[in-house]
C-alpha cells in the first residue's frame, strides 16, 4: 500500500460540502468533534475530556470521552448533506441543495432517529451525544440558530445533540446550535 500525497487527497476529495472530509474516517470524526471542544471553549464551556476515538472504527460510536466525574461518553458523529448534490457535483453538474426549513427539521429528526436505532458498543455510557456537522452552502448559522432551538427532537437513546456549522472566518469559530430533546430532559417536580 502506497501513501497518498496531499495532492492526489485534495483531487479526489468530493466536490460539495467538503470542509469536514478527510479520507480516514476516525481522524475527521474525531476532528469534528474537536472543532465543537473549540467552539464551546470559547464560550467557557467544557462538556468532557479525554477525547479518544471510539472503541471499534465500524462500529458506534465514533468517539469516546469522560464527564468530569470520569464517567464515559459515548460520541456519534454524522453529517447533513444533500447526498444527491454531492452525487451531481461529483459527475461535474455545479448544483446545490436549497434546504427549506421545515425540510431542515425533518432531515434533523430522520437523523437522530436513526442514530437512535445504533447498538453504542463499549459501554456503559453515562451520557450519549450526536454531533451533526453541515457544511451545506444555503445553511448558514445566523437563521437557524432562531429556527432550529424552537424545534422540539425526539430521541430515546441519545442525551445532547450538536449541529456543527463549518469555520466562519468573521466569527472566528465553528458555530454551533445545542439541539431540544425535551423526552430526554429530567422530570421536574411539581410545585
Same mark, same amino acid.
Request: a neutral charge; proline letters at 7%.
Given at each position: ?27 475527521? /470524526?474525531?476532528?469534528?468533534? =474537536? ?6 471553549? $470559547? &464560550?467557557? %464551556?467544557?462538556? *468532557?475530556? !479525554? ?50 426549513? /421545515?425540510?431542515?427539521?425533518? =432531515? ?6 436513526? $442514530? &437512535?436505532? %445504533?447498538?453504542? *458498543?463499549? !459501554? ?68
Amino acid at each position: 500500500m502506497t501513501e497518498k500525497s496531499l495532492k492526489e487527497i485534495l483531487q479526489e476529495q468530493r466536490k460539495y460540502a467538503n470542509y469536514f472530509e478527510w479520507p480516514d474516517k476516525q481522524i475527521k /470524526e474525531q476532528g469534528v468533534v =474537536e472543532c465543537l471542544l473549540e467552539s464551546m471553549g $470559547k &464560550d467557557g %464551556v467544557i462538556p *468532557f475530556i !479525554g477525547l479518544r476515538p471510539g472503541p471499534s472504527p465500524n462500529q458506534a460510536p465514533d468517539c469516546i470521552a469522560e464527564d468530569e466525574a470520569g464517567a464515559m461518553i459515548a460520541i456519534e458523529v454524522t453529517e447533513f448533506v444533500s447526498r444527491k448534490a454531492i452525487a451531481m457535483n461529483q459527475i461535474c453538474k455545479n448544483v446545490y441543495r436549497n434546504w427549506k426549513p /421545515e425540510e431542515v427539521i425533518n =432531515e434533523v429528526q430522520n437523523i437522530i432517529t436513526r $442514530k &437512535d436505532c %445504533v447498538r453504542y *458498543f463499549g !459501554g456503559p455510557y453515562s451520557k450519549t451525544i450526536l454531533v451533526i456537522h453541515i457544511d451545506e452552502i444555503t445553511l448558514d448559522h445566523q437563521t437557524y440558530s432562531t429556527i432550529l432551538p424552537k424545534a422540539s427532537f425526539k430521541a430515546q437513546k441519545i442525551d445532547e445533540v450538536f449541529f456543527l456549522f463549518s469555520y466562519r472566518p468573521q466569527m472566528k469559530t465553528y458555530p454551533y446550535i445545542m439541539l431540544k430533546i425535551p423526552s430526554n430532559q429530567p422530570l421536574q417536580p411539581i410545585r
